[in-house]
């Protein structure tokens, strides 16, 4: 029961910097996506279901907050938290390579995602620009802001994980 709550301040906590903190430090008018890496970090740690769940409720306050359309990002996330979550067999916390590609691909996949369903789907279709001005810069600033979360993240875990008797150390 405490993980969930843990999860639930997780979420809060990466959307307060998302849409709050980072707002004031944009870089080429984008903020980097917090709660990508929570969702990624928690399907590399505990695998697709707990992804699915997280990238759920995430998306959904996006949704609910910031969307006209409900359900779009709840979507891409959980389906980015489903793909990644399959990275779990191979967990190693020393290892930071597999998720800061999982990050950076999963950025992509919801930037990708989110211009289908938000901008092409409506006749907008100047992909190109898309990828240059707005894909690639969230992508890098999401991978930056990954190096100093990321630690954060995988020392919750842990002590989740101590506090339930799974890990003596």
Do not use: H
């Not at 789907?121 to 190109?128: D, E, N, P, V």
């Amino acid at each position: 029961m405490i993980r969930y709550i843990v999860y639930f301040a997780e979420i809060i906590l990466c959307y307060l910097l998302q849409t709050s903190v980072f707002s004031y430090f944009r870089v080429s008018g984008v903020v980097p996506d917090c709660l990508l890496i929570l969702i990624i970090v928690i399907a590399y740690t505990k695998g697709p279901n707990q992804a699915i769940a997280t990238g759920f409720f995430s998306g959904l306050l996006l949704d609910l907050l910031f969307s006209e359309t409900i359900g779009v990002c709840a979507l891409i996330y959980m389906f980015t938290g489903f793909l990644a979550g399959y990275s779990n067999r191979v967990f190693d916390p020393k290892n930071i390579w597999l998720p800061a590609v999982m990050i950076f691909s999963g950025e992509l996949f919801y930037s990708v995602g989110y211009y289908i369903t938000g901008f092409f789907l409506m006749g907008k279709t100047s992909f190109g620009s898309y990828i240059v001005n707005t894909i690639f810069p969230r992508a890098l600033y999401t991978l930056i802001v990954a190096v100093f979360l990321y630690p954060l993240f995988l020392l919750i875990n842990r002590l989740l994980l101590r506090s339930e008797g799974i890990l003596d150390e």
